[in-house]
């Protein structure tokens, strides 16, 4: 018997004495979440701008150029390219020669169907190509961005505090009728080879939040709330990101 | 007749306890040696142990628990899924292989959250 043979056994016979002091070990873990596009042909990225369209209570495009461009500035390798946000639905109306609406202001997309109209500039391989050269060949994010008011009515648990017999404070769960009202968001991104123009990618989500009649939520903070929700999925199809927790291993 | 059946029965029962015994055993030495490692980081060797673990006694609940997390820690999802919902399959009151498994699915169903509406 060599010297690691009796190493192991013995480091063996201690594990599992000491398994029977313990049943369970909390440990913590890092869950490796893979990047879902290789960027390694890219040493710098554009988030070029977005179709956007609902509510006039934000600025999506803009909004969510300047939340991702900070988010990747943090999360990602890529440097960022500090650009004009490109006002996409603009440049499609005049590429297709559609009347600006007299109204400067006006919205233009109201639901998914007017987003779908504006799709063929997100597939302009010519116009992604020429965007690329301008920018020395990066890779270019781009997409849509649907922000909408929502509203829904129908039954929802409260917690309701009482006190019971022993003078002690409780809770029920209650159930009823109650309006509510908030925001949905529906982005697309698109992800785009800046030396052929060429998508490589595209990834679509749907979030909403909804809240009370009575609670008063500005646009913008449920607009962060929604992409707070999605900005892991985003960054992860950049670079692998890892999610810390724990578990608890069992051994009974 | 019956009673020579019951015993018949009996003694099988008493014959194979030993050996049920003793593969929970064997599968308990792996879980804990796999628990010693993992704890070091060395989780590549310990979801081996676990899966020995699995082998030797598939009815354990805790090992396909503990391979669940070993696989999640090395990335490979759908493995985890099914390592969890097989333990989960083995004890479905057991909160802690619950608890695991819930934090589990809120990382894997957020990276597949696709288009739901």
Not at chain 1, 29 to 50: Q, W
Not at chain 2, 31 to 59: F, H, N, R, Y
């Amino acid at each position: 018997m060599t010297a690691r043979t009796v190493v192991a056994l013995s480091s063996l016979a201690i594990a599992v004495a000491s398994a029977g002091c313990l049943s369970f070990y909390e440990v913590a873990i890092e869950t490796p979440i893979r990047a879902k596009l290789d960027v390694t042909p890219f040493s710098r990225v554009l988030v070029a701008g977005f179709v956007t369209g609902g509510s006039r209570s934000i600025d999506p495009n803009t909004e969510t150029a300047r939340l991702l461009r900070s988010q990747l500035r943090g999360k990602s390798e890529l440097k960022i390219i500090d650009a004009d946000v490109i006002d996409l639905v603009d440049v499609y109306d005049k590429k297709r020669s559609k009347a600006a609406p007299e109204k400067p202001d006006a919205v233009r997309i109201m639901d998914e169907k007017d987003v779908q109209d504006y799709e063929p500039i997100l597939k302009d391989e010519k116009y992604w190509k020429e965007i690329g050269d301008e920018y020395q060949s990066p890779l270019i994010i781009t997409g849509s961005v649907l922000f909408t008011e929502v509203s829904r009515s129908g039954m929802v648990s409260k917690l309701q505090s009482y006190t019971d017999s022993m003078g002690r404070p409780a809770y029920q769960e209650r159930r009823e009728f109650a309006n509510l009202r908030g925001y949905a968001l529906t982005p697309k991104f698109v992800f785009i080879d800046g030396r052929t123009g060429a998508q490589l990618y595209s990834e679509g989500f749907y979030e909403e939040s909804l809240y009370s009649e009575t609670q008063n939520t500005p646009a913008l903070s449920s607009y962060f709330e929604l992409m707070d929700k999605l900005l892991p999925s985003f960054l992860n199809t950049l670079s692998t990101q890892k999610i810390r927790g724990t578990r608890v291993l069992l051994v009974k | 007749m019956n009673k020579r059946l019951w015993l018949i029965a009996l003694m099988l029962i008493g014959l194979s306890a030993p050996a049920l015994a003793d593969k929970r055993g064997d599968a308990k030495a792996q879980v804990a040696w796999g628990i010693q490692v993992a704890q070091k980081g060395l989780w590549k060797e310990a979801t081996q142990q676990w899966e020995k673990a699995t082998v030797i006694d598939p009815s354990y609940a805790s090992a396909w628990n503990n391979l669940g997390i070993g696989y999640e820690q090395l990335g490979k999802f759908d493995e985890a899924r099914k390592a969890y919902e097989k333990a989960l399959e083995l004890e479905p009151n057991n909160q802690m292989i619950r608890g695991n498994y819930d934090q589990f699915r809120e990382i894997y169903d957020r990276q597949n959250r696709r288009r739901v509406k």
